[in-house]
């Protein structure tokens, strides 16, 4: 098997063998899996030039994005847009691609220059979370998208419900906005109502108000903490009430 006029030796093809294991997809061939885990600085080294992952990686996030966006549009039926997205966004963060990729081993059959590899590339989320969305982009050109999409979901789906439940997605004001808008145009109030210690370590409690009622209460090192964590225990109050 060869690749940029260079024949894959055995021990590579086998630990394309073992990854494909990891992942769950059977490819027919092995050429554009190991172009995927091929970085750019590796490529360089080797002289092969145009062979490393950043197109593969372009066309992975592309149906990775398809994907997500199509099964949050399908299960969070009552879900506005932009709280779609802002989920999307954090399910397909760089963060969280790399973990997702860690899970699966991915760092140990990256190919990298002598110097990526001295500086930690194996374990950085930049590189990771490329070389996850370009072994997407090659899964996608060699099996097809129904597959591509039953890994993914198979990989993130977990995650995207966690994430849901939680609403770690948006930031608590952001959405106890969202929610409260739902039955009326006017905003929260955030009132500091105590301040406690000395100046350079100060406490600030904060109430969180709407139409004449105290939805919650928090308290931060910095106002803004307060009223994040105020609205956070004003979100956990309306999620208990019946009428919401």
């Known amino acids: 098997m060869s690749v940029m006029g260079r024949t ?5 093809i086998e630990a394309l063998k073992e990854l494909e294991r990891r992942l769950g997809v059977a490819f027919p061939r092995y050429e554009l899996l190991h172009q995927a885990l091929i970085h750019k600085s ?5 002289h092969l030039r145009g062979f490393d992952n950043e197109r593969l990686e372009f066309l992975g996030d592309a149906v990775l ?3 997500i966006s199509e099964y949050l549009y399908s299960r969070y039926t009552d879900a506005q847009e932009g709280e779609l997205a802002r989920l999307r966004s954090a399910v397909v963060s760089e963060h969280a691609l790399a973990d997702k990729a ?10 990298l220059a002598h110097g990526e590899e001295h500086a930690g590339g194996r374990t950085l ?11 997407i982009g090659a899964m996608y050109l060699q099996v097809g998208y129904g597959t591509c999409r039953d890994f993914l979901l198979d990989l993130l789906g977990e995650e995207v419900q966690i994430l849901w439940d939680s609403k770690d997605f948006i930031d608590p004001k952001s959405a106890l906005q969202e929610k409260v808008q739902q039955y009326s145009h006017s905003t929260p109030i955030y009132d500091v109502f105590l301040e406690q210690g000395p100046d350079h370590d100060k406490i600030f409690h904060v109430a969180v108000r709407w139409q004449g009622d105290i939805l919650g209460k928090g308290r931060g090192k910095s106002k803004k903490d307060a009223e994040q964590a105020a609205a956070r225990r004003a979100l956990q109050t309306l999620s208990r009430r019946q009428d919401w």
């Open 125 to 135: 989320d930049s590189l990771l979370s490329d070389a996850l969305e370009a072994v």
């Open 102 to 111: 860690r899970s699966l081993g991915l760092g140990k059959y990256l190919l």
């Open 42 to 46: 590796f490529a360089n080294e080797q």
């Open 8 to 12: 894959l030796d055995s021990q590579r």
């Open 65 to 67: 994005e398809l994907v």
